[in-house]
């Protein structure tokens, strides 16, 4: 009877002693926890700060699911019931402006970052992406935009698209297609955002009073929508568009029979492709992401992760040494050679080893200078849902009407009234 | 056999005045004494959190920009009921509720005739219609998912998942294969009261089988369906799992709980998603108080014609 009595309670309070995680009263160093989307290079990285801490503090990572929605959910989810076990954050980019103003996240003091903390030290779209109300909420990890792939042989001696016009014609010409995001989930809201940026528009614009207010001008907001459609139509958009991902582009661009020429993806492919088919790979080329308006460097959306610290920490200085040593030049280098996801930090724009394992490297860093990054807005789930609500499927695109219910429900979406 | 057969004698009794005696009201008053610590439970753990749900509705409540909460009365209902999102969500729903639903009827009636009737093997046919209901719904849905799909599907180079039609199919056809088994039970029980004199009376006043079916067999057992339909459509309009999994709200197949855990879960905005919640919540209430009421009014017909 004692014995069940005692296994229940071991049954019962193993889970909660799990939960409690950052538990310092158990001696050793403190625990830094990091919740963090499961990335190949995490380990890496963890054990060179761990080491190089010698005792001053410990991290360990806490795994979220590997999809950035169901990533969000968890965190948001903690982070309402103000769970004191989450020290250190990995956000996605879009996350630092609503994590910022429900005060999930602290703010970095002048001077507390030691490698990314001014911009001088960081590409200017990244940098960007980590402020919120005049103040540094995040510290960026790493960084990512979208660049156009195409197959060398598929290609032949034709000159590289550098418009989204072209494109589409040297694909219906040669008669392949061109893989990019459809399905009705983020990818699809980070697709419109380059369009939209590159014609010279914008989702949202700061007011003064550090909240945003719509902004989506309806010259460039309809060309963006003009794109997507004649995409949609056009026998270049393969069959499953309206169901496809990042990952269902790569792997229909990386098939040994496939008859997609083009894609338009983030650079972790490159590794991918590289592991899987070092010949394939040979084939692959790359270019900037192409332009809307000729002459006009195109704005693709940023990507990549910022760290933040959790406002319930218990050793906020402990969170905020594994910063500075996770920003540091070699676990950039780290996080860019084994997972594709190029530095932030200028340093390391010309890194010559960088540029031996990731050759589209210069073009990388100069589309970061340029990137336009998604809304930072404490609404921007309520936004992306809103596009995602109506720009899927694309074929249905109206750019009149479409327009109109965009503005509409973005209008709502601001102000947390859209039903979405 | 002009008239419907009707059921026997004995149910009389259940209707008419009985005199209770001191022994049955003491053991009445036991009775409710000892069901009473349950029913305080219940109401706690579900009374409460509806409650709360309303209370929340009336206002606006973003854990996202916590400052700007305030009270704004049914402003929250306003927003969901003039949105086109929501409209779409509620049409959404019940397509999948009637179609799905219909469809089980039919084949869950069949089923339920089969186990009735089976001869031989009688276990192992029950065993094996039932399989389906005892599959967690999110693997019968990922199941399905990865059935259909081009890459990983054997139905061939199409798509269903990429297009309106072929979404609210794969939903509907995952529903009708998970719950048809719940259904057939439910049906089985019915067709259990179905009295086999009856039977026997009607094949010797020479009906055939066809006859036997809809003039002995299913007016009988009406009440027995009308709680089927009513069960089963009361958990296919709460639909969340399968859409979640299958088409997560594409091609319009969005459902009212997708939407409520849009808001709540996902976007934290408690008052409009209580709000949304709420609705969904009176809905059931009305679909189960229409079915309630066309319950009674059956059995009421049932024993006028005695």
Same mark, same amino acid.
Not at chain 1, 151 to 156: I, T, V
Not at chain 2, 37 to 57: D, E, F, K, R, W
Not at chain 2, 115 to 132: E, K
Not at chain 2, 244 to 270: D, E, H, M, P
């Given at each position: 009877m004692r014995a069940t009595a005692l296994l229940a309670a071991a049954l019962?309070?193993?889970? =909660?002693?799990?939960?409690?995680g950052g538990d310092d009263t158990a001696g050793g160093p403190p625990t830094v926890n990091w919740y963090i989307g499961n990335e190949g290079w995490l380990p890496d990285v963890i054990e060179a700060c761990n080491a190089e801490a010698s005792g001053a503090y410990r991290i360990v990572a806490e795994s979220l699911p590997t999809n950035p929605d169901q990533q969000r959910e968890q965190l948001v989810r903690r982070l309402a019931a103000r769970d004191d076990s989450i020290d250190l954050i990995g956000m996605d980019v879009v996350w630092t402006g609503e994590f910022a103003k429900a005060g999930w996240i602290t703010p970095f003091e002048e001077g507390e970052l030691e490698n990314v903390g001014s911009a001088e030290q960081v590409l200017k779209g990244p940098f960007e992406s980590a402020q919120f109300d005049d103040q540094q909420y995040g510290a960026p990890l790493n960084s990512n935009t979208r660049l156009l792939w195409y197959r060398k042989s598929m290609l032949g001696d034709r000159p590289v698209p550098k418009t989204w016009?072209? =494109?589409?014609?040297?694909?219906?010409?040669?008669?392949?297609?061109v893989q990019e995001t459809g399905k009705r989930a983020e990818s699809l809201?980070?697709?419109?955002? @380059?369009?939209?940026?590159?014609a010279g528009g914008s989702i949202v614009q700061p007011t003064e009073d550090g909240t945003t207010e719509l902004d989506l001008p309806e010259e460039p907001t309809k060309k963006a929508l003009e794109i997507m459609r004649r995409y949609a139509d056009s026998a270049a958009a393969p069959a499953a568009l309206s169901t496809s991902a990042e990952d269902d582009n790569r =792997?229909?661009?990386?098939?040994?029979?496939?008859?997609?020429?083009?894609?338009?993806?983030?650079?972790?492919?490159?590794?991918?492709?590289?592991?899987?088919?070092?010949?394939?790979?040979?084939?692959?080329?790359?270019?900037?992401?192409?332009?809307v308006v000729e002459g006009q460097p195109a704005r693709p959306a940023l990507g990549g992760y910022n760290l933040g610290i959790g406002s319930y920490t218990r050793d906020r200085d402990a969170a905020l040494a594994a910063v500075n040593c996770l920003t540091k030049p070699e676990q950039q280098r780290t996080i860019a050679t084994t997972g594709g996801q190029p530095s932030v930090l200028r340093e390391l724009g010309d890194d010559p080893e960088l540029l031996k394992q990731l050759p589209f490297l210069p073009i990388m860093t100069e589309q970061l200078e340029? @990137?336009?990054p998604r809304p930072v807005s404490p609404q921007y789930n309520d936004i992306s849902l809103a596009v995602r609500q109506v720009l899927h499927p694309m074929q249905d695109i109206d750019p009149e009407k479409s327009y109109d219910d965009l503005k509409d429900l973005l209008e709502r979406a601001l102000k947390s009234q859209a039903v979405l | 056999m002009t008239a419907t057969t009707t059921a026997p004698a004995s149910r009389k009794r259940s209707g008419g005045p009985v005199k209770t005696t001191d022994r049955a009201k003491a053991e009445r008053n036991l009775g409710l004494k000892l069901a009473a610590p349950a029913a305080i439970i219940m109401l706690l753990v579900t009374a409460y959190p509806i409650c709360y749900a309303v209370y929340l509705s009336l206002f606006r409540y973003d854990l996202r920009v916590p400052e700007e909460n305030a009270f704004v009365g049914l402003d929250n209902y306003v927003l969901i009921l003039t949105s086109g999102v929501w409209w779409e969500a509620v049409l959404a729903t019940a397509v999948i509720t009637v179609i799905s639903v219909a469809i089980e009827l039919v084949i869950g009636l069949a089923f339920a005739l089969v186990m009735h009737r089976a001869i031989f093997g009688r276990r192992t046919v029950r065993t094996a219609i039932? &399989?389906?209901?005892? &599959?967690?719904?999110?693997?019968?849905?990922?199941a399905f998912r990865f059935a259909v799909q081009p890459d990983t599907g054997f139905i061939g180079d199409v798509n269903p998942l990429g297009g309106t039609i072929g979404s609210f199919a794969t939903i509907i056809i995952t529903e009708v294969w998970k719950t048809t088994p719940f259904m057939s039970l439910l049906l089985l029980a019915g067709l259990a009261t179905?009295?086999?004199?009856?039977?026997?009376?009607?094949?010797?006043?020479?009906?055939?089988?066809?006859?036997?079916l809809w003039k002995v067999t299913l007016p009988n057992m009406k009440s027995a369906i009308l709680v089927a339909l009513l069960f089963r459509a009361l958990d296919a309009f709460r639909i969340f799992d399968t859409v979640y999994v299958q088409t997560a709200g594409q091609f319009k197949s969005q459902t &009212?709980?997708?939407?409520?855990?849009?808001?709540? &879960?996902?976007?934290?905005?408690l008052g409009l998603g209580s709000a949304i919640s709420i609705l969904l919540f009176l809905m059931i209430i009305a679909i189960a108080f229409l079915f309630v009421k066309g319950f009674k009014t059956n059995l009421g017909t049932v024993k006028g014609e005695d």
């Amino acid at each position: 009877m004692r014995a069940t009595a005692l296994l229940a309670a071991a049954l019962f309070t193993a889970p =909660l002693a799990a939960c409690g995680g950052g538990d310092d009263t158990a001696g050793g160093p403190p625990t830094v926890n990091w919740y963090i989307g499961n990335e190949g290079w995490l380990p890496d990285v963890i054990e060179a700060c761990n080491a190089e801490a010698s005792g001053a503090y410990r991290i360990v990572a806490e795994s979220l699911p590997t999809n950035p929605d169901q990533q969000r959910e968890q965190l948001v989810r903690r982070l309402a019931a103000r769970d004191d076990s989450i020290d250190l954050i990995g956000m996605d980019v879009v996350w630092t402006g609503e994590f910022a103003k429900a005060g999930w996240i602290t703010p970095f003091e002048e001077g507390e970052l030691e490698n990314v903390g001014s911009a001088e030290q960081v590409l200017k779209g990244p940098f960007e992406s980590a402020q919120f109300d005049d103040q540094q909420y995040g510290a960026p990890l790493n960084s990512n935009t979208r660049l156009l792939w195409y197959r060398k042989s598929m290609l032949g001696d034709r000159p590289v698209p550098k418009t989204w016009d072209e =494109l589409l014609d040297t694909a219906e010409e040669l008669d392949v297609k061109v893989q990019e995001t459809g399905k009705r989930a983020e990818s699809l809201v980070v697709f419109f955002n @380059a369009l939209l940026e590159s014609a010279g528009g914008s989702i949202v614009q700061p007011t003064e009073d550090g909240t945003t207010e719509l902004d989506l001008p309806e010259e460039p907001t309809k060309k963006a929508l003009e794109i997507m459609r004649r995409y949609a139509d056009s026998a270049a958009a393969p069959a499953a568009l309206s169901t496809s991902a990042e990952d269902d582009n790569r =792997l229909a661009f990386e098939s040994p029979d496939s008859d997609s020429a083009f894609m338009l993806n983030w650079p972790y492919v490159y590794p991918s492709v590289l592991e899987a088919d070092p010949e394939l790979a040979k084939d692959y080329g790359w270019a900037p992401y192409p332009a809307v308006v000729e002459g006009q460097p195109a704005r693709p959306a940023l990507g990549g992760y910022n760290l933040g610290i959790g406002s319930y920490t218990r050793d906020r200085d402990a969170a905020l040494a594994a910063v500075n040593c996770l920003t540091k030049p070699e676990q950039q280098r780290t996080i860019a050679t084994t997972g594709g996801q190029p530095s932030v930090l200028r340093e390391l724009g010309d890194d010559p080893e960088l540029l031996k394992q990731l050759p589209f490297l210069p073009i990388m860093t100069e589309q970061l200078e340029n @990137a336009a990054p998604r809304p930072v807005s404490p609404q921007y789930n309520d936004i992306s849902l809103a596009v995602r609500q109506v720009l899927h499927p694309m074929q249905d695109i109206d750019p009149e009407k479409s327009y109109d219910d965009l503005k509409d429900l973005l209008e709502r979406a601001l102000k947390s009234q859209a039903v979405l | 056999m002009t008239a419907t057969t009707t059921a026997p004698a004995s149910r009389k009794r259940s209707g008419g005045p009985v005199k209770t005696t001191d022994r049955a009201k003491a053991e009445r008053n036991l009775g409710l004494k000892l069901a009473a610590p349950a029913a305080i439970i219940m109401l706690l753990v579900t009374a409460y959190p509806i409650c709360y749900a309303v209370y929340l509705s009336l206002f606006r409540y973003d854990l996202r920009v916590p400052e700007e909460n305030a009270f704004v009365g049914l402003d929250n209902y306003v927003l969901i009921l003039t949105s086109g999102v929501w409209w779409e969500a509620v049409l959404a729903t019940a397509v999948i509720t009637v179609i799905s639903v219909a469809i089980e009827l039919v084949i869950g009636l069949a089923f339920a005739l089969v186990m009735h009737r089976a001869i031989f093997g009688r276990r192992t046919v029950r065993t094996a219609i039932l &399989i389906p209901y005892g &599959i967690i719904t999110v693997i019968a849905a990922f199941a399905f998912r990865f059935a259909v799909q081009p890459d990983t599907g054997f139905i061939g180079d199409v798509n269903p998942l990429g297009g309106t039609i072929g979404s609210f199919a794969t939903i509907i056809i995952t529903e009708v294969w998970k719950t048809t088994p719940f259904m057939s039970l439910l049906l089985l029980a019915g067709l259990a009261t179905v009295p086999e004199e009856l039977q026997e009376a009607a094949k010797v006043d020479g009906a055939t089988a066809w006859q036997r079916l809809w003039k002995v067999t299913l007016p009988n057992m009406k009440s027995a369906i009308l709680v089927a339909l009513l069960f089963r459509a009361l958990d296919a309009f709460r639909i969340f799992d399968t859409v979640y999994v299958q088409t997560a709200g594409q091609f319009k197949s969005q459902t &009212i709980s997708g939407l409520g855990y849009n808001a709540l &879960i996902s976007r934290v905005n408690l008052g409009l998603g209580s709000a949304i919640s709420i609705l969904l919540f009176l809905m059931i209430i009305a679909i189960a108080f229409l079915f309630v009421k066309g319950f009674k009014t059956n059995l009421g017909t049932v024993k006028g014609e005695d």
